[in-house]
Every structure is written in structure tokens, then in C-alpha cells.
């Protein structure tokens, strides 16, 4: 690690939420981030959101489990094909396999009817929506109160149009001499009305629920039109505020900051406010149930429902889904006070990290990432070498070897097939360890794997991140203990390198001055980056630049995101896989 003088770079870092009052009369800001729109993302990219639980991630889009793959805990449910499963979990694999078997209800199957229609006066996708629910034995109106386009879009799904409602419908001049309705809430992802929940209520001075349903004749909005993923059009205002408008959420996957009333998660979607400090996950870094002890956590009551909370159902099959631990240090050491970069590291600050020895000499860095694997640079190995390496964890200071220090040999030594050492594209290799006998698994004591990042969404650019290793100082000194220093990710990488760096594969990462850098001997070594939960990811693997230190020469990190797949490939997706399994 090449270290001189440590100055202090001041970054104006904005904070997520932007609050944006919209009205018709003045144009607001345009939230849209157009260049991530041309990447087409959808509820189903789960580089911008988490899949459904009956839902795994694979290659970057959620695809469907099979029924087995869910988790067996649950209560039977009832399919619109009439078939009893015995979970929530199964039905909606089998549904998202087979989508004419919709939810019916809760329970094994009876026979009991559930039926929406619309009681239209003009055209056919109009009207007011009325339900019949398995649990009521008649058909009823839906109250207005609440019905908004998230129920719509489901109730009109549900009728068989497939881009959901165009608008909800103002309905006033309906003299229904109903004197109940049904209260509808749905989260908007539902494919029937049958699964949001239900309760029955006097209907105020709002009236009944009305809608129009999206044709192939809707127009799209005269003006600043929005399309949706789905082919869909919406009015450009209606982007970026946390309601998922397209039905796809297609006009909320790329907001650099979103309207009043919704929450700007790091990654950059919208999601409505209600769903900050609920107590679920719902954005991919993390943010959205950060910080919540201040946060009044709205204690809801629960009203009576008439229909089952499918909503809890989902939530509650989440939890037992398995959960990976990684990036988590086993105790904290030391605090401090400040963050001061270029230091000398302490026993446990890269629980990690890992040296590679190859004859007398630490050639490289690696980083432990669970089971017997070690990701390392591929310009730092050979393949028919493997034997010849030495990985060694907890290592401090190799002059001084420490106690916790754990030795070990290597089974085999994976290269990616597209390396370039020329280019230094696909810079990443994979190492196995030798187990230390044949009935012992590769846990080291004192080492814990970095957490591998599924999505080039978790962190942004000049976010503050750490890198660690044995490389040379500045003046090409040797180096015997690992330093460690404080760096920031580097936009448009570009601007130094011109067409030597490959933006999908690569990330940049430095200091203004260019005082801390990784150098000769760091290479395969981590750059890793916390989230606000204060996990772990191995972001980049050090692997090239122009010169140690340059301000004009940033170093460049093969970029582990990008490789996820790959790497899963290879050491199998349970090891690696925090969410989406
Ligand atoms: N390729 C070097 C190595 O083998 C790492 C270079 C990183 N250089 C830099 N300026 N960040 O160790």
C-alpha cells in the first residue's frame, strides 16, 4: 500500500430523500435516470429489488422456484384450478409456473366462489369494480376510500386486462343504494384481488371504487409521457413517487431522488414511505430500516379483516428462508474515533484477508469468501501451480507471525476462462483450500468471509470504502505487516484510463491527492465497502494502475459484482447467496 501523507478530502455526499412538493402548475425536477432506463429494469431485476420468496435470482433476473424449493412451514391454500397446497410459498410457485392457477383462498380448497366484475355503463374495461368474496356469500361495491391505482392495477389484472387499470375513476354520480362496501388493500404485486385484504365498512361521502382498465386503445397522456417496461404509458409525474404505477414498477427503478410521500433507497428506486422502518427489507442496500430508532414507528391496528393478511403470509415465509452470515467481524475492535487511512491494521480488522505465498515471499492478497474458497486476482496464480501456494489467514505481520495464524495448502486453482493479461480484463481467479484432514471442513479460527455483492447496485460512486494488504510503500519499500487505507469509488474511470477501462468489469477507487493506493504486492487483494448496517462486501479485487499513488491514475479493482454468477458457479450459490434463494 502506497501511503504518504494523509490529507483530509472533504466530500459533499447528498442525502437520499428528496422532498419535492409537486403541483400541477410547476414543473418539477426530472427524477428519471435515463441511461439505467435503458436497461429495462422490471419488479423481476434483482440487481434493483429482492425477488418474491417463491422467487430465486439467476443471472439477474427472478425467475420462478419450484414448489420444493419453498420452505415447508405453512397453512394449506387454495388455487383457483382447484388444487389444495400446503403453503402460501407453493401455491405461488406453481402459479408463477403456471399462471392460470391464481390464489382462490386461505385453507384447503371448498368450492366457494370469488368473482370481480365491473358494472359499466359505457365501455367494457370501465366501471365500478365489484367482488365476491369466498368469504361473503353476495357480490359487493369496494369503497373508494383507499382505492387507489396499486388496487386498481390488481383488480383489472385480475379482469384479464395484463397492464393493469389506466386510472381509477371518479364516481361521484353513482347512486348505489348499497349500504356497505369492501375496503381493499393491496401491496400491488398481488395477481389476484383475492389475495390483497379485505374489510367491510360503511361507505363514507367518497362512494364506490371505480376504474378504467389499460387497453390497446388507452392513449398515452398528450404530454411528458412515461413508458413502462411493460409498453404501458404513464404521465411522466407519476414516475419516481413510490406507487407503481406500470404494474411492472418499471417507473421506479431509476430515480436519482423521488417525489414527496416515498423513500429514495440508495440503489436508486422509489418505494413508499410507509415501507421505511416497517421492519422489511425493501431496499437492496439496506437503507430503508436504517436509523430507525428515532423513526416513530407507526403502530398500526390492525382492523378486522374479512379475508386472510396474505401480506403477513409473504413477510412471515421471508423468515425462513435461509440466512448467510458474512461480512460481520466477531467482535469489533478497537474503536475509533476518527477514520484516518494509510494505518497499520489490527488483529481482527480484516478477519478476510489472506496472504498468498509463493516460495519465500507474499506475491499477492486474497480474500476469504466462506467454505474453502479464496478470491484472488487471476494475474496472481497459475493454474498448474496451485500446489506451490501457501494461503495464510490472521497474518499480521510476517516477520512476527501471530498465534491465531492459520496455514493452509491448496487444492485447485480456477482462473476465469475470459482473463486477459494484456488487458487485465476478468482479473479474478478462485482458490481452493485443502481441507487440514480429510473429515475437517476449512473453517479457520479468527477468519470470516467477506460478504460477495449479487448487484453493481449496493454501493456508489464516492462511497468510502477500505483497502488492505502487504504491497509496497511509495518509494517501493518492502512491506511486513498489512496496512490498510480509506479510499472512494471513482465515477466515470473513463476520464483517466480512456478505453483501458471497462466500466461492467471494473471499478475505480482512490483519493483526490492520490495519497492512499494500492501498489505492487496488494494485488488480489480486497477493496471492501460497508453498507449502513455495517456489513461487509468484498467490492473489488485489486488488480492494476498506472503507477502507486498518482492522483491522475486511480486504482483499478476487478469489479466482484459483476462476477457473482460466476463465482456461484464455481463455489455454489448457497455459500455466497444472501438473499433471492
Ligand atoms: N498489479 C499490482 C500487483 O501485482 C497491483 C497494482 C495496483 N496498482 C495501483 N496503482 N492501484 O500487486
Given at each position: 500500500?502506497?501511503?504518504?501523507?494523509?490529507?483530509?478530502?472533504?466530500?459533499?455526499?447528498?442525502?437520499?430523500?428528496?422532498?419535492?412538493?409537486?403541483?400541477?402548475?410547476?414543473?418539477?425536477?426530472?427524477?428519471?435516470?435515463?441511461?439505467?432506463?435503458?436497461?429495462?429494469?422490471?419488479?423481476?431485476?434483482?440487481?434493483?429489488?429482492?425477488?418474491?420468496?417463491?422467487?430465486?435470482?439467476?443471472?439477474?433476473?427472478?425467475?420462478?422456484?419450484?414448489?420444493?424449493?419453498?420452505?415447508?412451514?405453512?397453512?394449506?391454500?387454495?388455487?383457483?384450478?382447484?388444487?389444495?397446497?400446503?403453503?402460501?410459498?407453493?401455491?405461488?410457485?406453481?402459479?408463477?409456473?403456471?399462471?392460470?392457477?391464481?390464489?382462490?383462498?386461505?385453507?384447503?380448497?371448498?368450492?366457494?366462489?370469488f368473482r370481480v366484475s365491473?358494472?359499466?355503463?359505457?365501455?367494457?374495461?370501465?366501471?365500478?369494480v365489484q367482488v365476491k368474496l369466498?368469504?361473503?356469500?353476495?357480490s359487493m361495491y369496494i369503497?373508494?376510500?383507499?382505492?387507489?391505482?396499486?388496487?386498481?392495477?390488481?383488480a383489472?389484472?385480475?379482469?384479464?386486462?395484463?397492464?393493469?387499470?389506466?386510472?381509477?375513476?371518479?364516481?361521484?354520480?353513482?347512486?348505489?343504494?348499497?349500504?356497505?362496501?369492501l375496503?381493499v388493500?393491496?401491496?400491488?404485486?398481488?395477481?389476484?384481488l383475492a389475495?390483497?385484504?379485505f374489510?367491510?365498512?360503511?361507505?363514507?361521502?367518497?362512494?364506490?371504487?371505480?376504474?378504467?382498465?389499460?387497453?390497446?386503445?388507452?392513449?398515452?397522456?398528450?404530454?411528458?409521457?412515461?413508458?413502462?417496461?411493460?409498453?404501458?404509458?404513464?404521465?411522466?409525474?407519476?414516475?419516481?413517487?413510490?406507487?407503481?404505477?406500470?404494474?411492472?414498477?418499471?417507473?421506479?427503478?431509476?430515480?436519482?431522488?423521488?417525489?414527496?410521500?416515498?423513500?429514495?433507497?440508495?440503489?436508486?428506486?422509489?418505494?413508499?414511505?410507509?415501507?421505511?422502518?416497517?421492519?422489511?427489507?425493501?431496499?437492496?442496500?439496506?437503507?430503508?430500516?436504517?436509523?430507525?430508532?428515532?423513526?416513530?414507528?407507526?403502530?398500526?391496528?390492525?382492523?378486522?379483516?374479512?379475508?386472510?393478511?396474505?401480506?403477513?403470509?409473504?413477510?412471515?415465509?421471508?423468515?425462513?428462508?435461509?440466512?448467510?452470515?458474512?461480512?460481520?467481524?466477531?467482535?469489533?475492535?478497537?474503536?475509533?474515533?476518527?477514520?484516518?487511512?494509510?494505518?497499520?491494521?489490527?488483529?481482527?480488522?480484516?478477519?478476510?484477508?489472506?496472504?498468498?505465498?509463493?516460495?519465500?515471499?507474499?506475491?499477492?492478497?486474497?480474500?476469504?469468501?466462506?467454505?474453502?474458497?479464496?478470491?484472488?486476482?487471476?494475474?496472481?496464480?497459475?493454474?498448474?501451480?496451485?500446489?506451490?501456494?501457501?494461503?495464510?489467514?490472521?497474518?499480521?505481520?510476517?516477520?512476527?507471525?501471530?498465534?491465531?495464524?492459520?496455514?493452509?495448502?491448496?487444492?485447485?486453482?480456477?482462473?476465469?476462462?475470459?482473463?486477459?493479461?494484456?488487458?487485465?480484463?476478468?482479473?479474478?481467479?478462485?482458490?481452493?483450500?485443502?481441507?487440514?484432514?480429510?473429515?475437517?471442513?476449512?473453517?479457520?479460527?479468527?477468519?470470516?468471509?467477506?460478504?460477495?455483492?449479487?448487484?453493481?447496485?449496493?454501493?456508489?460512486?464516492?462511497?468510502?470504502?477500505?483497502?488492505?494488504?502487504?504491497?509496497?510503500?511509495?518509494?517501493?519499500?518492502?512491506?511486513?505487516?498489512?496496512?490498510?487505507?480509506?479510499?472512494?469509488?471513482?465515477?466515470?474511470?473513463?476520464?483517466?484510463?480512456?478505453?483501458?477501462?471497462?466500466?461492467?468489469?471494473?471499478?475505480?477507487?482512490?483519493?483526490?491527492?492520490?495519497?492512499?493506493?494500492?501498489?505492487?504486492?496488494?494485488?488480489?487483494?480486497?477493496?471492501?465497502?460497508?453498507?449502513?448496517?455495517?456489513?461487509?462486501?468484498?467490492?473489488?479485487?485489486?488488480?492494476?494502475?498506472?503507477?502507486?499513488?498518482?492522483?491522475?491514475?486511480?486504482?483499478?479493482?476487478?469489479?466482484?459484482?459483476?462476477?457473482?454468477?460466476?463465482?456461484?458457479?464455481?463455489?455454489?450459490?448457497?455459500?455466497?447467496?444472501?438473499?433471492?434463494?
Amino acid at each position: 500500500m502506497k501511503l504518504v501523507h494523509f490529507t483530509l478530502v472533504l466530500v459533499c455526499v447528498s442525502f437520499g430523500v428528496s422532498r419535492l412538493p409537486v403541483t400541477s402548475g410547476s414543473v418539477p425536477r426530472d427524477l428519471v435516470d435515463e441511461k439505467c432506463l435503458a436497461e429495462k429494469h422490471t419488479h423481476l431485476s434483482c440487481n434493483k429489488v429482492f425477488c418474491q420468496p417463491w422467487q430465486k435470482c439467476i443471472g439477474g433476473t427472478c425467475i420462478c422456484k419450484l414448489p420444493y424449493q419453498c420452505p415447508k412451514n405453512g397453512t394449506a391454500m387454495c388455487s383457483t384450478n382447484g388444487r389444495t397446497f400446503s403453503t402460501y410459498c407453493q401455491l405461488k410457485s406453481f402459479e408463477c409456473l403456471h399462471p392460470e392457477a391464481r390464489f382462490l383462498s386461505s385453507g384447503p380448497c371448498t368450492g366457494k366462489e370469488f368473482r370481480v366484475s365491473l358494472q359499466h355503463k359505457g365501455r367494457d374495461s370501465e366501471g365500478h369494480v365489484q367482488v365476491k368474496l369466498v368469504e361473503l356469500e353476495e357480490s359487493m361495491y369496494i369503497c373508494q376510500d383507499g382505492w387507489s391505482l396499486t388496487q386498481a392495477n390488481v383488480a383489472c389484472r385480475d379482469l384479464g386486462y395484463p397492464l393493469g387499470a389506466a386510472q381509477t375513476l371518479d364516481t361521484s354520480s353513482f347512486p348505489a343504494n348499497s349500504t356497505e362496501c369492501l375496503h381493499v388493500s393491496c401491496r400491488g404485486i398481488e395477481t389476484s384481488l383475492a389475495e390483497c385484504t379485505f374489510t367491510q365498512r360503511k361507505p363514507n361521502a367518497q362512494g364506490f371504487a371505480g376504474v378504467a382498465c389499460y387497453t390497446d386503445d388507452t392513449s398515452a397522456p398528450a404530454k411528458g409521457s412515461f413508458q413502462c417496461v411493460n409498453g404501458k404509458h404513464i404521465s411522466r409525474r407519476k414516475a419516481c413517487d413510490g406507487v407503481n404505477d406500470c404494474g411492472d414498477q418499471s417507473d421506479e427503478l431509476c430515480c436519482t431522488g423521488c417525489q414527496d410521500n416515498s423513500f429514495h433507497c440508495k440503489s436508486g428506486i422509489c418505494i413508499p414511505r410507509q415501507y421505511r422502518c416497517n421492519g422489511e427489507l425493501d431496499c437492496i442496500t439496506g437503507d430503508d430500516e436504517a436509523d430507525c430508532d428515532g423513526e416513530a414507528r407507526p403502530c398500526q391496528e390492525k382492523p378486522d379483516f374479512l379475508t386472510p393478511d396474505m401480506d403477513a403470509e409473504r413477510q412471515r415465509i421471508k423468515s425462513f428462508l435461509p440466512t448467510l452470515s458474512c461480512g460481520v467481524k466477531q467482535s469489533s475492535p478497537s474503536r475509533r474515533k476518527r477514520v484516518v487511512g494509510g494505518s497499520p491494521a489490527h488483529k481482527g480488522d480484516f478477519p478476510w484477508q489472506v496472504a498468498i505465498r509463493y516460495g519465500d515471499s507474499i506475491t499477492c492478497g486474497g480474500t476469504y469468501i466462506g467454505g474453502c474458497w479464496i478470491l484472488t486476482a487471476a494475474h496472481c496464480v497459475k493454474v498448474n501451480k496451485a500446489h506451490q501456494y501457501i494461503v495464510l489467514a490472521s497474518l499480521i505481520d510476517w516477520l512476527k507471525p501471530n498465534s491465531e495464524l492459520s496455514v493452509r495448502y491448496v487444492n485447485k486453482v480456477i482462473i476465469h476462462e475470459n482473463y486477459n493479461g494484456t488487458t487485465y480484463q476478468n482479473d479474478i481467479a478462485l482458490i481452493e483450500l485443502k481441507k487440514p484432514s480429510k473429515h475437517k471442513d476449512c473453517q479457520m479460527p479468527e477468519t470470516v468471509p467477506a460478504c460477495i455483492p449479487w448487484s453493481p447496485y449496493l454501493f456508489q460512486p464516492n462511497h468510502k470504502c477500505i483497502i488492505s494488504g502487504w504491497g509496497r510503500e511509495k518509494d517501493n519499500e518492502r512491506v511486513f505487516s498489512l496496512k490498510w487505507g480509506q479510499v472512494n469509488l471513482i465515477h466515470n474511470c473513463s476520464n483517466f484510463y480512456q478505453r483501458r477501462y471497462h466500466e461492467k468489469e471494473m471499478v475505480c477507487a482512490g483519493t483526490q491527492d492520490g495519497s492512499i493506493d494500492a501498489c505492487k504486492g496488494d494485488s488480489g487483494g480486497p477493496l471492501v465497502c460497508q453498507d449502513v448496517n455495517n456489513v461487509t462486501y468484498l467490492w473489488g479485487i485489486v488488480s492494476w494502475g498506472e503507477n502507486c499513488g498518482k492522483p491522475e491514475f486511480p486504482g483499478v479493482y476487478t469489479k466482484v459484482a459483476n462476477y457473482f454468477d460466476w463465482i456461484s458457479q464455481h463455489v455454489g450459490r448457497s455459500l455466497i447467496s444472501q438473499h433471492n434463494v
